[in-house]
């Protein structure tokens, strides 16, 4: 059973830096990709990135592009989302998932592709 732990949210001030850590156990780590996702009240969950099962690959979202970075590290069974020039508009529920499958080779932003969430972690960005 995956059980994957999200960290790192909190409030800050609009242009600020944030670091969301997810620490997975239970499955294979390494041969699985990761994504983040986030929603905002009253709004449909969103794709914010993924990196690939080796960390060799990542696709944003137009919305993050060049603000945010997916890192992984697995020999601590850890994805990072660096969050950047963060905005009012970023202000949401951050969430992780592993993908479906292991070892693919392509990058889904669909919310359908990925079979275990974390429980979310709070992002506010505001003055």
């Keep these: 059973q995956v059980r994957l732990v999200e960290s790192g949210g909190g409030l800050v001030q609009p242009g ?12 294979t780590f390494s041969s699985y990709g990761m994504g983040w996702f986030r929603q905002a009240p009253g709004r449909e969950r969103e794709f914010v990135g993924t990196i ?12 993050v592009l060049g603000r945010f970075t997916i890192a992984r590290d697995n020999a601590k069974n850890t994805v990072y989302l660096q969050m950047n020039s963060l905005i009012p508009e970023d ?23 990925y079979t275990t969430w ?5 992002v506010t960005v505001s003055s």
């Design 118 to 122: 974390g429980q979310g972690t709070q």
């Design 16 to 27: 600020g830096s944030l670091r969301l850590s997810c620490a997975a156990s239970g499955r």
């Design 91 to 113: 202000t949401a529920v951050y969430y992780c998932a592993t993908r479906s499958t292991s070892y693919s080779t392509n990058h889904s932003p669909m919310p359908r592709d």
């Design 52 to 63: 690939n099962w080796s960390g060799g690959s990542t696709y944003y979202a137009d919305s």
